[in-house]
């Protein structure tokens, strides 16, 4: 099916980086139309939000009373890890910050996200998977694509996001994506109910505790379950195959001290183990051919700091003002699209920099606090733990003054702007 309209802008992916680039771009009043091989809602792994995600929320309508009612209140991390023998951890509050993150159940969060969207103007199409985006001479966009009875479809645009996630539809077809050697991980999963170590009735952190041969995360979640989950290197792949996912699960986590201590009486849900290895990659260019991949389509890096909704709401904020420059003619296109990628280059960086610092050294909680300072070093205000706070919370990147007009800058972030570097933003 041909479709004739010509939209300001198609995406690929109703996942947390398309529907906020959709829904800003569609309050700015552009034609934007959504597509999605999946019908909602749809399982995802992703459940543990940092706060500075919460504020990008705001802007697409979502009302924060509503979010804390529906999901779980994380008030900060914490960590077996490093030289440290005990666990240790960091409260968001510490730096002042009025909102703590989330713990959400990503089928329901992600359908809210792109109801949110939908609110907003854009068309949302379930069931139509993007296989390919060409261009013709006049730069008119070329999406083509199968819909669920299989037949083929073909619609027009004038700009294209991929927000394909871990499909990476363009980096992997057109080559541009690398995988980090030093993060060759796999990660195996699986849902807890009875456990009764936590507290239902106060907010909860992300824990994330090193063992023997990875670490695991445990998440609680306002449905009754508990999200818990093993990281480690992907030559174990082999061991994992010969014991069975289940067994080797359980094996690794009866192997770890604190999580064994905090699963005592529950029980593992029957719900499938999920696994998933070669996740960390990036793509040579986020803006390939003047299409713009944002959140896990253009890059994704270990989830031991849980970053990865808040890069791709990020990149989906900034995709949506690149592109509003770009529409409305106050920028020209490779303008816009260099300032997007710029952004996202230095956010992805700081973050694949840290990561890659906190998996390489057996160092002590001050070389973390001390190594988050150095990424961070217009935060003259911040001591090295306050600094590990803002980069952990997903603040950091309010730390660079020079704020675009279009950026959004609510009052909140430039109260915590203000509270991180005692200055307010500086428009540009
Ligand atoms: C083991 C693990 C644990 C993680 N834990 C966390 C965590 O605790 N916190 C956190 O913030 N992040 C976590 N992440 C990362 C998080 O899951 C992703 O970063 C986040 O979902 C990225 O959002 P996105 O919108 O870019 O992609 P996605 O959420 O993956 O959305 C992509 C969408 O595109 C659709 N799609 C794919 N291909 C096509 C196509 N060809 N045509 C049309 N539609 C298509 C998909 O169906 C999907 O709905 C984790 C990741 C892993 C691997």
């Not at 399982?43 to 500075?52: K, N, V």
């Not at 802007?59 to 999901?71: I, K, N, T, V, Y």
């Not at 390919?132 to 479809?153: C, L, M, N, W």
């Not at 849902?191 to 990875?214: N, R």
Request: aromatic share 12%; glycine share 8%; proline share 3%.
């Amino acid at each position: 099916m041909q479709y004739d309209s010509l939209y300001d802008v198609v995406i690929a992916g109703a996942g947390p980086a398309g529907s906020t680039t959709a829904a800003l771009l569609a309050q700015y009043g552009h034609s934007v139309l959504v597509l999605e091989r999946e019908q909602f809602p749809r399982y995802h792994i992703g459940e543990s939000l940092l706060p500075g995600t919460c504020a990008v929320l705001d802007l697409l309508g979502l009302s924060d009373q509503e979010m804390r009612a529906r999901f779980w209140d994380k008030d900060g991390a914490s960590w077996y890890w490093g030289q440290e023998d005990q666990l240790w951890d960091v409260k968001f509050s510490e730096l002042g910050f009025q909102r703590n993150g989330l713990h959400v159940v990503r089928s329901e969060f992600d359908r809210l996200l792109r109801d949110a969207a939908q609110q907003a103007g854009a068309s949302i199409w379930h069931g139509y998977k993007v296989t390919s985006v060409s261009k013709d001479t006049y730069g008119v966009i070329y999406v083509q694509g199968e819909d669920t009875a299989r037949h083929p479809f073909t619609v027009q645009s004038r700009h294209f996001v991929d927000a394909t996630g871990q499909a990476t539809l363009l980096s992997a077809s057109r080559k541009l994506k690398r995988y980090h050697p030093q993060l060759d991980h796999l990660a195996v999963w699986g849902y807890w109910t009875d456990v009764t170590s936590i507290d239902a009735h106060l907010p909860t952190q992300t824990l994330s505790a090193a063992f023997d041969t990875g670490w695991c995360w445990f998440i609680p979640l306002r449905n009754g379950t508990v999200s818990v989950g093993i990281v480690m290197q992907k030559k174990y792949i082999d061991a994992l195959r010969a014991s069975g996912t289940r067994a080797y699960y359980l094996q690794c986590l009866q192997r770890n001290r604190i999580i064994t201590e905090l699963l005592k009486g529950a029980t593992l849900l029957s719900h499938p183990i999920r696994l998933i290895s070669d996740y960390s990659y990036e793509a040579s260019s986020f803006t390939p051919e003047g299409y713009l991949l944002v959140g896990d389509a253009a890059a994704f890096i270990d989830p031991i700091f849980s970053q990865g909704v808040h890069l791709a709401v990020s990149a989906g904020e900034q995709a949506a003002i690149a592109l509003h420059t770009a529409l409305t003619g106050e920028k020209t296109v490779p303008e816009a699209l260099a300032q997007y990628e710029a952004f996202y280059k230095r956010m992805f960086s700081r973050m694949r920099t840290f990561v890659l610092f906190f998996y390489s050294m057996n160092a002590s909680r001050a070389d973390y606090f001390w190594k988050a300072k150095a990424l961070l070093p217009e935060a003259l205000a911040l001591n090295e733990r306050e600094a590990f706070i803002a980069l952990i919370s997903g603040q950091g990147e309010l730390l660079s003054q020079h704020i675009h007009k279009h950026n959004h800058f609510t009052e909140e972030r430039a109260q915590v702007l203000r509270q991180l570097t005692g200055q307010g933003p500086v428009l540009t």
